[in-house]
């Protein structure tokens, strides 16, 4: 059983900066995405940052600019550089690794893990 662990998450200011990890327990083969969501209280879900296989971005337009995403595959290990955090930005933040593994699609999540920022 792959596990996802998301860590670097806290209490920062706003205007201040987080970094996030998530890594797998094992190696997991054909991943196609790796990707930052997040959930604040009473919100739907949703997507904040993803990166594909191929090295492509995508990025929500509140944090453009601000955040960055990016993969580690010797380590196995995506992170979330957040930079210039705003109050609004306070959430439960999930790492979901994606998997294409013949014709079918796996996803895999994390725990969570809490960011909250101060005004």
């Known amino acids: 059983q792959v596990q996802l662990v998301e860590s670097g998450g806290g209490l920062v200011q706003a205007g201040g900066s987080l970094r996030l990890s998530c890594a797998a327990s094992k190696i997991i083969s054909n991943i196609n995405a790796m990707g930052w969501y997040r959930q604040a209280p009473g919100k739907q879900r949703e997507l904040v940052a993803q990166?594909?296989?191929?090295?492509?971005?995508k990025y929500a337009d509140s944090v453009k600019g601000r955040f960055t995403i990016s993969r580690d595959n010797a380590r196995n290990t995506v992170y979330l550089q957040m930079n210039s955090l705003k109050p609004e930005d306070t959430a439960v933040y999930y790492c979901?690794?994606?998997?294409?593994?013949?014709?079918?699609?796996?996803?895999?999540w994390g725990q969570g893990t809490q960011v909250t920022v101060s005004s």
């Open positions: 979901k690794w994606t998997r294409l593994w013949s014709n079918m699609v796996y996803d895999y």
């Open positions: 990166i594909t296989s191929g090295g492509i971005t």
